[in-house]
């Protein structure tokens, strides 16, 4: 038979095999797209979205649109917030308070506390409907912090010194390069003691306590989920399985029903993101040790 003959009696894959196998390599990444969105999509059904809070809070856009995806899809009935983080910056854990009211006012969101939910990591809690936590969680932490790396020693020391020119006094307040001013602490105790303030509010309002109920507890004391119900700042003592349980109770599912639950945000894994985010933290602590932030 002659050659061309034979290439033309060759199956297609045969003769191109590069554009067959790029085929199937779409078909199958289309079908794992089409089945996630299924999952995830009203035309699944019913189900619980799991929102994860885990470790320190540094940044909230994630999590708070994860929260904002779980409000606004109809197949989402209830909404489980597992928290188990010790804090974290001011701004982004008022953010993640906000966005748990948002979707809280929408549907019910149960709370499920892990090993720690303290300062900003109860802060975040403070919104939901109901918050469940374990015996020994540490939780509670109620307070605002600051600190201010001094290395005037060490610079001096190796012979280091540093000259700023500013517009005014206070511009470089938390400079690591000497010791604060009387007037700079001032003004750091001041800003704390608003951020403290905004914070004690609202513990007050969410658990029902009275001003002198909450001041006798935010001293920055963490408590064990024990001490914590007793005083008030959760509701009930339970497990990750026993939120999942009150949240298919109030979302309405049948008894014996096992919910499908959506768990997000996503982590997005690669060997580059790894090393990106190991540079951003290097460069996170290398500015905290020139700018200092407020922590709960």
């Known amino acids: 038979m002659p050659p061309e003959d034979r290439y033309a009696r060759k199956k297609w894959s045969g003769r191109h095999p590069v554009l067959f196998w790029t085929g199937i390599i779409l078909l199958l ?6 089945a996630h969105w299924a999952a995830r999509g009203p035309l699944a059904g019913p189900k619980i979205a799991v929102v994860n809070v885990a470790g320190i809070i540094l940044e909230a856009q994630d ?47 149960i709370v499920s506390m892990g090993a720690v939910a303290a300062s900003g990591g109860y802060y975040a809690a403070l919104g939901g409907r109901e918050i469940f936590a374990n015996p020994s969680t540490l939780t509670a932490s109620i307070g605002v912090k600051i600190q201010i790396p001094n290395l005037e020693g060490i610079m001096k020391s190796l012979g280091i010194a540093e000259k ?40 007050v309002r969410e658990r029902c306590l009275t001003g002198e109920q909450a001041a006798m507890i ?79």
Do not use: C, N
């Open 164 to 203: 700023t020119l500013k517009s005014g006094d206070l511009k470089d307040t938390g400079s690591a390069s000497r010791t604060p001013s009387p007037a700079e602490e001032a003004l750091l105790q001041g800003l704390l003691q608003d951020m403290f303030d905004v914070f004690l509010a609202d513990v």
């Open 29 to 34: 990444l289309a079908a794992g797209h089409l």
């Open 218 to 296: 935010a001293d920055g004391r963490a408590m064990t989920g024990r001490q914590a119900l007793k005083a008030g700042l959760v509701d009930t003592l339970g497990d990750y399985s026993d939120a999942l349980a009150r949240a298919a109770e109030l979302g309405q599912f049948p008894p014996g029903v096992t919910p499908a639950l959506v768990t997000g945000p996503e982590k997005k894994w690669s060997l580059l993101r790894e090393i990106f985010d190991v540079l951003l933290d290097i460069r996170a602590g290398q500015t905290a040790a020139v700018q200092p932030v407020f922590m709960y």
């Open 63 to 109: 999590i708070v649109d994860w929260l904002d995806t779980a409000r606004r899809d109809p197949s989402v009935r209830a909404v489980v917030l597992r928290v188990d983080s010790p804090g974290g910056a001011v701004a982004p854990s008022q953010e993640i308070y906000r966005a748990v009211k948002r979707a809280a006012s929408a549907k019910p969101l």
